[in-house]
């Protein structure tokens, strides 16, 4: 029994095609490799059995974790969980403690704090690093290369080197403990500019030559031409600018002050600082941040994988 | 592509642009300023003090020791997490059914905020969480251990958490770069009797070695900028006597509050950069020499 090898999904429009980049040989693209019958992939049972074994395995290395932490969350306060013998099935499972977290702690402003931030992030990087990196990869304008090897360069600098300078900034700008001083500097992220700017790069050119000829300006060939064979690198970009806002601990932590003004991370600390002895309260507040986050990606994976095989990280 | 003095692609990347000089450019220079003065996180007057704030920080033992612990956690993290998201990436490469589960259950852990997983590995190496109960169940182990408390094992607590957080990261990284190792290889490879073991060393890994590289270089970079974890295991207190502290910690500590000292900080934060070009520059040249 064989089976078709699967190479990438040829994600969109040829995104793939030209592999140097810059004026290569127009119009000659090296051909695609297709979908051909190859030995190697013929799997004999045997080791289909023992990949099914070892990726659950590893599926109960990565997501174990998790599935106790919720087991932990809904046994109630007369179920014992400090035993020799843990049970993975609460005896009856209640939703108390996520009450009880509520009443402990605002968790509810936690997540509208949060959200802000996230919404702020999100917006400002799919908008702005989107123009920016098409205006550097499809636009010829003077100091082109100097903005780029800027934005390149701060590759190399971790954020926690400047984070504390960055609170100054901030602080003067009369945005410490607020959520806008949180969300404004990782509003657009220089790595993201450079994502967008490879994922552009790699739309085949002639498709942009021809909407020059035809007298398309920046805007119309960004929007009509560029922007749909980019889809995948921006659902990225939005996925990672949302997990970036949504689990950051240090910079909040830094910025805030006023427990009203908390985003969710600190507010969690904060609850495991205070009532750190009740494990399944904690538990419960672990999941109110876990849950949401966790189905906004299991709804996008496909977009995301995709996203990531159109070549957004190879650069 | 033609030559515009349009002032349109100007339009395009200022935005970014205006982002990159107020929130990474002027932050890396006053970085540099402030760490020779005395500036406080409450403003006030501020003056140049010289080189005091790096004298104090040659003196300062918990300096010594956040160093001493970056580098076992680099140590550490360094072949687990080059190697072992490989091997899990080979294993999710195939398109059995169900792949696409498995890929995104493995991704979970990396989309989960490090303070989630710090307060699940919490309760899981609590004294009495289910570690340590079962630990004691199958008698391996006579009382707790003290993962939380004990200044050794705290720090390796967190070194696991990190390299379980790491796992579906760079196994994505990978899984992107297995797609460009030759099929015709591991063809070649499997006729000439090549079993599997032989093949991921002699084909697998050779073919993504460039891929190696790079994650090598974001696997030490991030151990040396460990802090969630780190604070969250200990409570935010660095462990007995603060000794399980990394600079990014000592960092967070120095910019805030009435015992503040943003000039003491912002060393701190130089040598934080100096410490994370060592593997950038070490690996990068290893990876040229390879490559003669």
């Keep these: ?315 | 592509m033609r030559a515009t003095r349009s002032v349109t692609p100007w339009l395009f990347v200022a935005p970014a642009l205006v982002w990159l000089l107020v929130f990474s450019l002027w932050p890396s220079l006053n970085t540099l300023r402030l760490a020779f003065t005395n500036a406080s996180p409450l403003g006030g007057a501020t003056e140049f003090v010289g080189l005091q704030n790096f004298e104090t920080l040659l003196g300062d033992p918990q300096v010594w020791l956040a160093l001493l612990n970056s580098v076992i956690y680099m140590a550490v993290c360094l072949p687990l997490l080059t190697l072992l998201p490989l091997l899990i990436a080979t294993l999710v490469e195939k398109k059995l059914p169900g792949i696409a589960f498995f890929r995104t259950a493995f991704y979970t852990p990396v989309i989960a905020s490090a303070v989630v997983v710090g307060l699940i590995w919490t309760w899981i190496l609590d004294d009495r969480g289910i570690v340590n109960e079962m630990a004691q169940a199958l008698q391996v182990v006579q009382g707790p251990l003290p993962f939380l408390t004990d200044r050794w094992l705290l720090l390796f607590s967190a070194i696991s958490l990190t390299v379980w957080k790491g796992l579906g990261y760079y196994m994505i990284i990978y899984l992107a770069a297995l797609g460009n190792v030759g099929r015709d290889l591991h063809e070649a490879a499997a006729i000439d009797g090549a079993g599997a073991v032989r093949r991921f060393w002699s084909v697998t890994v050779p073919g993504v070695r460039g891929t190696m590289t790079l994650i090598a270089i974001l696997v030490c970079v991030s151990a040396l900028r460990v802090f969630s974890e780190l604070f969250i295991l200990t409570n935010g207190t660095g462990g007995p006597g603060g000794q399980v502290q990394s600079l990014v910690m000592l960092i967070q500590q120095y910019a805030r509050g009435f015992t503040g000292n943003i000039g003491y900080a912002s060393a701190l934060s130089l040598l934080l950069f100096a410490v994370t070009l060592v593997p950038m520059i070490a690996l990068a040249r290893i990876n040229s020499k390879a490559d003669r």
Excluded at chain 1, 39 to 52: A, F, H, K, N, T
Excluded at chain 1, 214 to 223: M, S, T
Excluded at chain 1, 277 to 290: E, H, K, P, S
Aim: net charge neutral.
């Design chain 1, 1 to 315: 029994m064989s089976t078709t090898t699967t190479t990438p999904e040829p994600a969109l429009g040829g995104a793939q095609g030209a592999v140097t980049p810059g004026p290569s040989v127009a119009g000659a693209r090296p051909p695609r490799r297709g979908r051909r019958l190859i030995g190697i992939d013929s799997m004999g049972v045997g080791e289909r059995i023992l990949r099914y074994v070892l990726l659950v395995f590893v599926l109960f290395i990565s997501i174990g974790p998790f599935l106790w932490q919720f087991s932990t969350s809904i046994k109630g306060s007369g179920e014992d969980i400090y035993t020799r013998t843990p049970s993975f099935v609460p005896a009856e499972p209640t939703f108390q403690n996520y009450v009880e977290v509520a009443q402990a702690i605002p968790v509810f402003g936690y997540i509208a704090n949060s959200l802000v931030v996230a919404a702020i992030d999100v917006g400002g990087n799919v908008l702005f690093a989107t123009l920016a990196g098409f205006a550097i990869a499809r636009l010829r304008f003077r100091g082109r290369k100097v903005v780029l090897g800027l934005f390149l360069a701060t590759l190399v600098l971790p954020g926690e080197v400047t984070i504390v300078s960055q609170f100054l900034t901030i602080r003067d700008l009369g945005l410490a403990d607020t959520l806008l001083g949180v969300a404004l500097p990782g509003m657009i992220a220089a790595l993201n500019v450079l994502l967008m700017y490879n994922a552009f790069r790699q739309v085949p050119e002639e498709i942009d030559q021809a909407a020059v000829m035809d007298g398309a300006n920046a805007w119309q060939r960004l929007v009509h031409i560029a922007l749909p064979a980019v889809r995948g690198t921006i659902a990225v970009v939005a996925i990672f600018s949302f997990i970036g806002a949504w689990d950051d601990f240090l910079w909040p932590l830094i910025v805030l002050t006023t427990p009203d003004n908390f985003t969710l991370t600190i507010g969690l600390q904060y609850l495991s600082g205070t009532f750190g002895n009740d494990q399944r309260l904690v538990a419960a507040g672990t999941m109110i941040a876990f849950i949401p986050i966790a189905i906004v990606f299991g709804c996008l994976q496909r977009y995301f994988f995709k996203g990531l095989e159109e070549g957004g990280v190879k650069g």
